[in-house]
């Protein structure tokens, strides 16, 4: 390999890259528009779920009920109800997904049996966020059955008996809110990386074959290598920028923890740079056209890399035909490195078996790219 | 360089390239000897380009040898493209690039000196009128200027052999002008030229011409002994209607061929004595004709004697 061709190959590129406002578009808009819209659209976690209040008693007892409800993160108010047909009304027009209805002589019941029910009404349409409200609900109702004990106890002038239920401690380690964001924005980060990657490789070739320079180019003393090495030189640069935009909006933008070393961090970032950028090179090489060689970068990749990475579907949850397919998609390596190194701080070492298959990874792609390229008009 | 002149520069032996059941270059042996300007004249479809791309390295033949420089193009085609140029029929080089950018490009690919670019350039810049657009973007030249800053590339590293498929097509007569000029310049200084071309007039300028038809050499000589060798001589009769003239005319006895030429119909005969003749043949005939006249042949029409193609 000689660098004074590839510097010259990298050189050329840097400028077409310049000065290709479509090039550009993908190496500059994609990463923030993803990062915007995968960061923020996408959160497991459901947060302030729109309820509707019936309180049909409206006694001191009630209205502390109703407050414990709203006080929480997990409920905000939107309405107060004052007959049936409102609280149908309101459910049937989508006002709110969850309405907590009181019923009339609730603390009567309540004082007189020592017990009673609280109904929750929920528009189970989507199916997942309703079954978290009802978490939610049981787990406020829990606190004030609680809360209730105590007090009776103490009114009514019995002793505290020691802890009579079993009080379940868990405590959650390396993402201590459970916060889903954490989980999904490193997930992210690796989608952006593997779609922005291949894409911008996946032109460079095909456009050299598709404006017909690539036969004075290849009548050059040139070599395929000088040439995957040169033209690769400067996406693998913009992948890096690429990455340290994504990587430090997941961090100082949605507070990611970082825990890991940055070394790492950046170790197995260029890591995978090299696979995808390798991935849309080969295409390029292979297709001779820029638009079937974009097209197929990006089916290679969209696909594979939202559903099989694991960054918010989870694998073990799947098929095992299906499980078998994800150990082929690069993304699910980088994924279980970013989260380890983000949450778990998680060293080289202990990450081995993800980083010697993204390195295998990149051995396999460079190697099939170096081949697949013929100096030949054939 | 290769020595003395006189010594071979290409050597193509029976080289064959098939696409499919289409025999594009069928057993081609050509020879061409270093500081000659070697022409390739035939039609659309001769297999001008294929030979071309073969001895470029950059199209692998079926069969046969090509020996470039003394270095054996098939065995070792790197070697042979560090010393020849080619310049392809397509514009090969990069629209989004500037035309300083496109020569950089080129010099460092050929590992040319910084100091030998950049006079080198200076020179082949002002040899082809283009010193004022070097920061002009290559897609914003004519067709013209754009051949020329072809031209410059494929010399920015001194090459020995050059090899021009069709330079000059939809160039203006200016800038072909200056082209030959730089042809002519190189060959001075030993450069071996091999290009093919559609253009007759430019056929005339090469020192020598293989007439290529369906895949083969029909004949390969200087243009002057081309002509000579043309069987028969060439009448131009000038008429109004040259199109009823070449009708009257092309079944008569001793008539080898009509070629259609503008104003006039060039006729090839078996002898010079038959001009009585025909003018009697287009009086009886009553087609009017201004004049009957023994010229030189041209390339064209050697061509076409020569390889019995059709002519329009």
Redesign the interface.
Known sequence: M?L??L??IA??ET??IW??PRSLAIALLMPLMQMGLLGYGVSLDIKRVPLCVYDQENSQLSRGVVNRFTSSDWFRQVAVLQTDRDLRAAMDHGDCIAALVIPVNFSRTLYMTGQDSLQVVLDATDTNTANIATGYAQGIVAQLDADLNANWQGAHGETVRGVGTVDLASRVWFNEGLDSRNFIVPGVVAIILALVGSQLTSLTVSREWE?????????????GLELMFGKLTPYFVIGLLDAVFCLGTAAFWFHVPFRGSLFTLVLTTALFALVVLGIGYLLSVRIHSQLGASQIALMLTMLPTTMLSGYTFPLDQMPQAVQAISWLVPARYYVTILRSVFLKGSSLWDMAVPVIALLIYAAVIIRAAARAFR???? | MSGAGGQVAVAAREVRRHFGALAAVDGISLSVKQGEIFGLVGPDGAGKTTLM?ML?????PDEGEIVLDGVDVLAD??AA??R?????Q????????SVD?NI???A????VERKARKTRAAELLDAAGMTPFRRRLAGQLSGGMKQKL?LVCALIHTPTVLLLDEPTTGVDPVSRREFWGILYSLRESGVTILLSTAYMDEAERCSRLALMHEGRVHDCDTPARLKQAMPGVLFAVTAPDPRAVRAALQDAPGVLGALLMGDRVNLRADSAARAPELAARLHERGVAYGDIAQVEPGIEDVFVALTGAGAA
């Open positions: 000689n004074r061709r510097l010259a050189y050329k400028l077409q000065r290709d404006r017909g320079t690539m036969e004075q180019l290849i009548s050059t003393p040139v070599t100096k030949s008009l054939d | 791309r470029a390295g950059v199209l692998r085609p790197e493209k560090a020849l140029s080619y310049m392809p397509r514009f090969g080089l990069y629209e989004d690039l950018e950089f490009f080129y460092e690919l050929f590992g072809g």
